[in-house]
Structure formats: C-alpha cells, structure tokens
C-alpha cells in the first residue's frame, strides 16, 4: 500500500467519451431525491446497514486501502465508512454536479472537509496512471448494459488503480435476478432498460479482460438477493 500522504495532484477532469442515458437523470431532484430514498423506511435502513456491512468487508479484503476513490461517490453514502480508517485520504468523483452538491450540503461537516471531490466520467476519471490504491464503485455497473461500456469502464478502473477494485453489481444465480428474468421477458422489447442482471461468468470474464483477477466477493444475501459485491485484483 501508498502511504496515506498529502494530496497528489490530479488533473482536470476530461470531457465524457462515453454518455450513457441513465446518466442524465440525476439533476438536482433526482440528486435530492437519492439521498432521501436510501433513509426513508426501516426496510432501506436496514439494507444499507447491510450494504455498509459488505462494503467494509469487501475493503478489508481488498488490504483496507489508504487511497480510496469513491466513484460514483453519490450523495456520500459510503463517507462514513471509508472514513473509518483515519489515515485514509478519500477522493469522491461523480458524473453529476448535482450530486456533488447533495453531498456536500447533506453530509457532516468535518466529512465534506476531509473528501476530495470532482465531477468526471466513470469512463474518463482524469486522475494520472495508478494514482489511488482501489476505486470503489457502488451501484453503478448495473446501469451498464452493453459489455463494450463495462469493458471501457474496466480498463479505465485498470489504469487509474494502482492496486484494487470494489465494486457492486446485479449478477446472475439467484432468487432476485430470476424473478427479473421473468419479468424482462414479459416487458414489451421496445422499452428501453437502463439496468440489467448480468451472468457471473461473463462479467468474471469481463474482469480478466480487463486485467484483474477476482479477489472475492461479497453477496449481500445469498441465493436470495441480485446485489454483489466484487473484489478485483490488478494483475
Ligand atoms: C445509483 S447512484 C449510486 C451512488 C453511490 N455509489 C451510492 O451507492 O449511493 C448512481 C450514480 O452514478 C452517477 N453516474 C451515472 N453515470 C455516471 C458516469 N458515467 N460516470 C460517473 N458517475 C456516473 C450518478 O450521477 C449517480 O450519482
């Protein structure tokens, strides 16, 4: 591991080579609306407590990185936990200003104070050649259908990690994900899907393509729930 030293310098964010629709989503109701939605019952209490719980599991085995790269940082969900390790240096990046502002104007003080946050591309961070010791990615690569953007997003993680990925994503072999199945194949083919299951041995072959090998992984419950949660190792 890098030793958690002052700042590196980090370049201007570059524009977004790859612009997906779901993207455009997340103005600043959206963005709002987010933030609210994870806290609003016992039933998201509970599963974020949960997800909290795999997401720090998931960075232990990951060697509980100094230099973290939140991205998609959101509305900061995961700040408290990354800032458990007091000597981590914590970078937040997301594709929308809104949520970077939802962020700073809804997370504790001494948090915003502490996190480093830019707007950029999952697929174009702007960041040099292994400048964080782990990216971690949550929530994002389900909303990524076409196996070209999740290589392009892969090889971009590959180049600006130094050392691992976390990251989250629907898979394949459980109760959720065929319960889905079922309802894609009665929704009409022409309504456009903005996330998708995808099958564990080709996403793991998407991974090796990429030049990781799979550490581990974390199912936020097992044979029940779609949501898991990989450790990539850069080979
Ligand atoms: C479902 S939220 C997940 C946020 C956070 N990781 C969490 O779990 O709370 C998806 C986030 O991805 C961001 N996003 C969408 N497309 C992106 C892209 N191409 N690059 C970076 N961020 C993107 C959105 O702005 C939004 O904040």
């Known amino acids: 591991m890098t030793s958690c030293g002052p700042a590196q310098g980090k370049d201007s964010c570059t524009p977004q080579a790859i612009n997906l629709e779901f993207s455009q989503k997340y103005d600043l109701d959206h963005s709002q609306h987010y933030f609210r939605k994870h806290r609003a019952s016992l039933s998201r209490r509970l599963s974020t407590w949960r997800e909290l719980g795999i997401a720090r599991r998931a960075l232990a085995l990951a060697g509980d990185p100094c230099v973290v790269l939140d991205l998609p940082c959101g509305a900061g969900r995961f700040w408290p936990m990354l800032a458990e390790k007091p000597d981590r240096r914590i970078l937040a990046a997301d594709g929308s ?3 970077l502002q939802v962020a700073e104007r809804m997370q504790p003080r ?3 104070e502490r996190v480093e946050r830019f707007q950029c591309s999952a697929f174009e961070i702007g960041l040099g050649d292994g400048s964080v010791d782990n990216i971690f990615c949550m929530r994002l690569l389900h909303h990524i259908i076409e196996p070209s953007h999740r290589l392009a997003m ?4 590959h180049r600006v990690t130094r050392d691992t990925v976390c990251l989250s994503l ?3 072999g459980n109760y959720q994900a065929y319960r889905r199945a079922r ?6 083919k ?4 903005n996330r998708a299951v995808v099958k564990r041995q080709t ?9 990781f090998r799979v550490k581990g992984y974390f199912d936020f419950l097992r044979f029940y729930s779609m949501w898991r949660i990989y450790v990539l190792h850069k080979e």
């Open 203 to 211: 996403v793991e072959s998407e991974f090796v393509q990429a030049g």
């Open 97 to 99: 200003k809104e949520m």
């Open 110 to 112: 001494n948090l915003v």
């Open 170 to 172: 629907w898979v394949d």
């Open 154 to 157: 892969l090889r971009e993680f």
């Open 183 to 188: 309802l894609e194949a009665r929704r009409s």
């Open 190 to 193: 022409e309504s456009p899907q």
